[in-house]
C-alpha cells in the first residue's frame, strides 16, 4: 500500500512539474473564441516544440485578442501568436535576448 502511495505522489509531482507555469492574462477568456487548449494546437503545430510560457493579452494586430506562446525547440524559442478570437496565426518569430 505505501509503494502505490508513493508512486502516486511521485506521478502527481511529476505531472505538476511538467506544467510548472500557467496561462496569463485569464481575464480575457470569456472574450476568446477559441479556448486555451485549441490555441496551443495551433501553436505547436506552427512550431513544434515545447510551450515554455503562455499568455491571453490584448495586443495590436488581428481582433486585438491574442494567444502568445514562447515555444522551446532545441536551443531555439519562438514566439507564436494566435489570434483568440479567429484562430490565424498573428506571429511566428525567433524570440530575442529581451523578450516582452
Known sequence: ?????????TLTILLVAGN???L??????SQA???PAQ???FALK???????????????????LRYSFVIRHRKAKHEVGI????????ENSIEGSHPD
Request: without cysteine; proline residues 2%; charged residues 25%.
Open 39 to 41: 490555441a496551443r494546437d
Open 83 to 90: 489570434d483568440a478570437k479567429t484562430g490565424k496565426v498573428l
Open 1 to 9: 500500500m505505501k509503494l502505490r502511495h508513493a508512486a502516486t505522489v
Open 33 to 35: 473564441s477559441v479556448q
Open 24 to 29: 496569463t492574462g485569464e481575464q480575457y477568456l
Open 46 to 64: 506552427t512550431y513544434p516544440g515545447k510551450i515554455v510560457s503562455e499568455e491571453l493579452e490584448q495586443e495590436s494586430g488581428g481582433s486585438g
Open 20 to 22: 510548472a507555469f500557467a
